[in-house]
């Protein structure tokens, strides 16, 4: 198992889903500030193990998905190794207060944004690249801390 993987303003949890798919984390974690939308992510959770890993015999430790309602500007994700952020319609002071609390990631943290940069000198960019989403077409930005 390898790192650990938080989205910041995790909504439903599409993002935490599809990286504990596509990579064995140590932990997937999301974060949403939103009760609402916190709520319906564990539920969605609560289904996923109750109808999809206990159906399929599954050899990866699921139990690693987590959500949490909090503000991810006051929460600790200083360890995690990738962090994701469809950071679309959040306010330049929000990214700023992101991109502070990116500094304090460890060399080598992957961090992927949507429309937006990190923006930190620590960062470097590895990749950008346009994708359609439900929404529309967006950039995303894939930055590696040096």
């Known amino acids: 198992m390898n790192g650990i993987f938080v989205d910041l303003g995790s909504g439903t ?3 935490v889903f599809v990286a504990s798919m596509l990579h064995e984390f140590e ?10 939308l916190c709520n319906q992510s564990k539920e969605i959770l609560h289904k996923y193990k109750n109808r999809v890993v206990k159906k399929v015999n599954v050899d990866r430790q699921d139990n690693a998905i987590e959500f949490v309602r909090d503000d991810f ?3 600790d994700w ?5 962090i994701f952020s469809l950071c679309t319609c959040f306010t330049e002071e929000l990214r700023l207060e992101m991109q502070e609390r990116a500094d304090r990631c460890q060399k080598g943290t992957w961090f992927i944004t949507v429309t937006h940069p990190l923006g930190s000198e620590h960062y470097r960019l590895v990749e950008c690249r346009k994708y359609k989403f439900s929404f529309g ?9 040096a």
């Not at 932990?27 to 609402?36: F, W």
């Not at 200083?78 to 990738?82: G, I, K, Q």
């Not at 077409?137 to 801390?145: D, I, L, P």
Request: charged share 25%.
């Open 13 to 15: 949890g599409k993002a």
């Open 27 to 36: 932990q997937v974690k999301g974060i949403e500030v939103l009760e609402a």
């Open 78 to 82: 200083s360890a995690a190794t990738s």
């Open 137 to 145: 077409e967006a950039t995303v930005f894939t930055q590696r801390k």
């Open 73 to 75: 500007v006051m929460a």
